[in-house]
């Protein structure tokens, strides 16, 4: 089988058109069979259209091969051709709702000579958009047309069509033995000169469908000449659309300068990297960081820069922390701390002792991994949020029923949103080496498994071996999350996986009663002021009245309803005040 040529791939590739995109890119579609093509289908959709498509071509295009023929007798003549050609197959299509009559008559438009048929340009540069959605699915034809030149390489006919060596299913044929290899070489040769065929008629329908409408909308007058319409659009096309071309190649050997100046970049930084690493390891491997001052911590000893520029985006905004020496917080007084955790919490003396009890006796906060469980608004979220600001440390908090799969411990850096783990990014935001990271409600993580679990991502930051040297797949390097303490917060304990409840200490948090209510409002009023922006001595204290309305609507329970009944204390009063006279 001889090698295909350019022209005969465009011409397969045509064939496989819409009959309106194949009449707008085919120079020849006119001298061609495609007319007496057009004017037979529309026949057999519709008997008696077919005249009136040959009257319409002979009018508006002129002699064409196959139509040369004297009209029957009741055909229609030249002066009826919009009424019964193009006319009659809109109303066809309408009526029947027929996409073969629609693409017809689309084709006979683009067919068109173009000082005949210009008012129909809009119409054209419609269908032609229309049309370029459905490249795709001829794209997807022609790739599964593998010819086999099984005939050629035996002596048979060299120029028969590609398509010939098809069987009647549209497969190839089996080839004799001994041609096989031969045989894939022609068909990867078809296949080759099929997608260039192809891309380039993609390019031309694009710019077919530009050029329309440009047309449609009187622009580039000057460069409409005689021809079809197809013929006068494709100029115009070009014509629109070279501006665009030369910005978008402007615009690329800008950004490939821009990539190419990146890349050396980060090359030098790698080939710098290497050269300490190699100066270090002939000093006899000693630290090439800085002496770390007692009472800190380096969490992140550097970052490997590794891919083009992917290091520096991973790194905005944690240099803070990396290749720096975080301090530790040192423990406070932690009998002044349960003093004033009690004064806002004092339904949870065992929960408060408990929890300070796991800080005591060690020189810088920290705590091994707990899980605080009480019922719904009984102050727990709260309760780990006052005790890190009691500490002295910040509370990085992550929303456990939302947090997205296994993001809590980092994602790889490979993807477009890499971060890294969330105890390393509690460590840059505070600048501590030993923040609180705050799971709330661990019990409604997600337990699907697409995208990695909350659950099976906290393993590791839980192990203080393993957190020690955490691995994060976003810096590429091992942090020290020993000194980060893991809180958690649930309402159901129980339906946590087991290894995960292994790691952690339970501290069960108890609901508030009604004999709790005087010693919780001057906490929850201080705390609507603060919120409002205000001192926490804004609010004064609640009078008898108020309190005995707050005694009868809240008999113990949640503190999110207590607080909503305060606030509610507080509106009425704010009212009376602005009804009083001055």
Known sequence: ??????????????????????????????????????????????????????????????????????????????????????????????????????????????????????????????????????????????????????????????????WAHLDPLGRPAAAPDGATQATDEAGASWRAELESAFADICQEARLLAVGLSAVATGRSRGLWTTGTLAQVAAVVGQAVAQPLTVAAE????????????????????????????????????????????????????????????????????????????????????????????????????????????????????????????????????????????????????????????????????????????RPFMAVARHAQANPIVMVDEVDKAATRTDHGRLWDSMLQALDPENAARFPDPCLQVELDLSWVTVICTANAPAVLPAPLLDRMRVVRFPEARADHLDALLPGILAGVAMEAGFDPRFHLPLDAVERAALRARWRGGSLRRLRRAVEAILRVRDRALTRSPQ
């Open 250 to 421: 402007r615009d690329g050997r800008r950004a490939g300068e821009a990539r190419a100046q990146s890349e050396i970049a980060d090359l030098r930084d790698m080939v710098r990297a290497y050269r300490d690493e190699a100066d270090r390891r002939q000093d006899g491997g000693a630290a090439a960081v800085a002496d770390v001052p007692a009472g800190h911590v380096l969490v992140c000893p550097h970052l490997n820069r590794t891919g083009h520029s992917k290091a520096k985006e991973v790194a905005r905004g944690y240099e803070n922390a990396i290749g720096t020496a975080l301090p530790l917080v040192p423990t406070p007084d932690l009998a002044g701390v349960r003093r004033a955790l009690l004064e806002e919490f004092p339904h949870a003396v065992a929960a408060v002792d408990a929890t300070l009890g796991a800080f005591a006796a060690r020189p810088h906060v920290h705590a091994p991994p707990m899980v605080i469980a009480g019922p719904p608004g009984s102050g727990k979220s709260r309760f780990v949020r006052r005790l890190g600001e009691s500490l002295g440390v910040g509370v990085y908090r992550v929303d456990g029923a939302n947090d997205a799969g296994g993001s809590f411990g980092g994602t790889e850096r490979r993807w477009y949103s890499s971060e890294p783990c």
């Open 1 to 162: 089988m001889k090698d295909v040529t350019p022209d005969i791939a465009r011409g397969i590739v045509l064939r496989h058109l819409p009959r309106a995109l194949r009449a707008g890119l085919d120079a020849d579609a006119t001298d061609g069979p495609l007319p007496a093509q057009l004017a037979a289908d529309a026949e057999a959709a519709t008997p008696g259209l077919g005249a009136g498509v040959t009257a319409w071509l002979r009018e508006n295009v002129g002699p064409c091969p196959g139509l040369d023929v004297p009209p029957q007798d009741g055909a229609a003549g030249p002066g009826e051709a919009d009424g019964c050609g193009l006319g009659a197959l809109d109303r066809a299509a309408a009526l029947g709702d027929d996409p073969t009559l629609r693409e017809i008559a689309d084709a006979l438009v683009l067919l068109g000579a173009f000082e005949r048929v210009a008012e129909h340009a809009g119409r054209a540069a419609a269908a032609a958009w229309s049309y370029l959605d459905r490249l795709p699915e001829v794209g997807a034809q022609l790739h599964r047309l593998a010819p086999v030149p099984a005939g050629a390489q035996a002596g048979g006919d060299a120029a028969r069509a590609p």
